[in-house]
């Protein structure tokens, strides 16, 4: 979570303030202290460690003459779209700690000079002298992630004297790296010096290439309305003309063809006349290829059909069986739901932003998926965390896919998805890194009313979805906040007895939370009689009583088998989870928390449930033991 109980306000002060005092550099063009100092509004952004500010490092001309040294790749032919690659560096006279290698792509990316200005770089929170590289690394590992490296266990003779002795030994070093198809060609680098004072040592002779740039790829659903007869599929491919999907007895259906460029990213972030790149648009920019989406009609709900993607020209998917959820209106529903998951390297590589907990998560989602135990996905906010690195979506979607390419796979935006200076989003800080939606709305196209007003409401089984935008205008008489009003009202609670309100910022969390959100939007949510309001961007677990203005107007009861039950019965307020815990780093709870805290869990999971006409019940599933930590139910008889 970021900014927790900071408000809109606020935020924009904040950056207009550090706007200002870029405006007035000094002669020698050195920034302020108070701009030195202002990493604070970038500390969840694009700085938390080393290698995620390594675009700022000044960098220094490694002033080893090695004539023996080496990187190269072992690998058979061209990449796959998937696969492990190990990075060999030889030659190395004196091994070091600081020694690394760095993925980088596109492979004519510039390692060695970039802009002068430190001005173009401030939005990644660091304020060093000079950026060590124009485009960002993909990923990068230190070299004593093999083990055998600072000892020398791998040792070559490479001069041998007049007597037949050694003169010149070197050591070597093996590295494994997970690479997915990025379309474009990639370099390897070596370099001493590590992170903070990073020198290139040398790079591989010939860039990689993959052996099929435009292969569909990271097919993934979402439901386009209530009936469950039609699934949209979105993939991605680096090929423009459109594709099919080839699905059921017989059918396909023909791709629409987008894609986005870094013109289309926000920079509204401003010296003076100048407006200053966001990572976006600038050094974390790389090409998305294309995306197809297709509708795919004439389904059933609650049924399970196969489909492939692709064409004769770029090759196909393989076949993936998928399953329809149930249409709005009847009986069952199963569904999965958590915010703020991302992605982490399957590799141990540093990467830009890392959500450690997703592994585990995904992993224990694939296994219910796999057991038929889920009709749907519901993605909370705070998506993938690439934030104005682009290469990260490609790394995300294919994590996902074993989830998304067979059930549907809904989202909800986050503040790492919108959020920017003067772009719309309602609150301005740096969060999306200058994507201000762009990507997500391109490779998660939802039921929305229009482009950058997503938010939108889906029925399945006995659940009606309120899935709103929280980085979007919800003051009364916006027009989100008119669609909300109406939208819940008209819900037909005889066909949908479930009314679920979701978003990405909570409204209650013992971490804090908006105010002026709680005092603008929880009415509406009693007027409308809403049962459960799901939020994350807090990264934890934690559950309401049935809350309104911050009291308890009802309590859960415990059931015969010791699981607490909200008799909704004769209603009186909402209750409310945070289920942010499905990636990120989590945030530890306060050790007063307030009485309407009922359970506070920190620890990696997601939340599995199950609606019938009578009954909701929700488990809160420890994605690391497997254990149900948290369940509760809410009843209507």
């Known amino acids: 979570m970021e900014q927790r109980a900071t408000t809109h306000h606020v935020n924009k002060l904040s950056f207009i303030l550090l706007i200002l005092s870029l405006a007035f550099p000094s002669s020698s063009f050195e920034l302020r202290p108070s701009v030195a100092d202002s990493t604070f509004l970038h500390r969840n952004d694009t700085a938390i460690s080393d290698f995620r500010v390594l675009n700022r490092r000044a960098l220094f001309q490694c002033p080893d003459l090695n004539p023996y040294l080496q990187i190269n790749v072992t690998t058979q032919g061209d990449l796959s779209d998937e696969q492990f690659i190990t990075v060999n560096v030889s030659g190395v006279l004196v091994p070091s700690d600081g020694d690394w290698v760095a993925m980088v792509s596109p492979s004519f990316s510039n390692v060695t000079t970039c802009l002068r200005s430190e001005a173009y770089y401030l939005q ?115 090929d423009k003309e459109p594709q099919q999907v080839q699905y059921g007895d017989g059918k396909s259906q023909t791709s629409e063809v987008t894609t986005f460029s870094a013109a289309d990213m926000c920079s509204e972030f401003r010296l003076g006349s100048v407006v200053v790149p966001s990572p976006a648009k600038d050094f974390g920019w790389h090409d998305p290829g294309y995306i197809h989406t297709a509708v795919m009609s004439g389904l059933q709900p609650s049924s399970t059909f196969n489909y492939k993607y692709g064409s004769d020209a770029v090759g196909w998917s393989a076949e993936i069986q998928f399953r329809t959820p149930p249409a709005g209106g009847s009986d069952e529903l199963k569904f999965l739901v958590f915010g703020d998951m991302g992605k982490a390297p399957l590799d141990s590589s540093a990467e830009h932003y890392i959500q450690p907990g997703s592994i585990s998560v995904i992993k224990g989602m694939t296994e ?67 994507e201000c939606g762009v990507p997500y709305e391109t490779y998660f196209p939802m039921p929305t009313p229009a482009k950058d007003k997503p938010w939108y409401s889906i029925e399945q089984g006995s659940v009606h979805f309120t899935v709103i935008s929280t980085e979007h205008d919800w003051t009364e008489k916006s027009e989100q906040y008119e669609w909300m009003k109406t939208e819940m009202a008209s819900v037909d609670r005889s066909k949908t007895p479930w009314l679920v309100f979701t978003g990405h910022r909570p409204m209650y969390s013992s971490l804090g939370a908006d105010d002026q959100f709680l005092e603008t939007v929880e009415p509406l949510l009693l007027n409308n009689k809403v049962d459960l309001v799901l939020f994350g961007h807090v990264h934890n677990y934690e559950r309401t009583c049935s809350i309104y203005k911050s009291e308890c107007l009802a309590m859960p009861e415990k059931d015969k088998n010791g699981i607490d039950t909200y008799d909704n019965t004769n209603y009186t307020a909402p209750v409310q989870a945070i289920v942010g815990m499905a990636g990120f780093s989590l945030d530890k709870f306060p050790d007063d928390a307030p009485s309407w805290s009922l359970v506070r869990i920190s620890e990696f999971g997601y939340v599995r449930a199950h609606a019938t006409k009578d009954e909701l019940k929700l488990e809160f599933v420890n994605s690391d033991t497997k254990n149900v930590d948290d369940s509760f139910i809410i009843t209507k008889k």
């Open 124 to 238: 990644t929170g660091d304020t060093s002298i000079l950026p060590l590289l124009c485009h960002y690394p993909v990923k990068a590992k230190y070299v004593t992630s093999d083990p055998s490296y600072l000892s020398c266990e791998s040792q070559k003779c490479q001069k041998y004297g007049n007597n037949g002795d050694c003169e010149v030994r070197t050591c070597a070093g093996s590295l494994s790296f997970h690479v997915v198809n990025i379309r474009t060609n990639i370099d390897f680098v070596f370099f001493a010096g590590g992170f903070s004072t990073p020198c290139i040592l040398t790079k591989t002779d010939v860039p990689l290439k993959f052996s099929n740039p435009n292969s569909p790829l990271h097919g993934h659903l979402s439901s386009i309305d209530s009936t469950a007869t039609s699934m949209r599929l979105t993939w991605v491919s680096g």
């Open 368 to 434: 219910e998926v796999e057991n038929g135990n889920v009709d749907s996905i519901f993605h909370i906010g705070d998506i993938s965390y690439a934030t104005g690195f682009l290469v990260e979506w490609d790394y995300f979607l294919n994590l996902i896919t074993p989830l998304a390419s067979k059930v549907s796979y809904m989202t909800a935006i986050g503040n790492h998805e919108r959020d920017y200076s003067d772009s719309g989003s309602w609150y301005t800080g740096p969060d999306s890194g200058g």
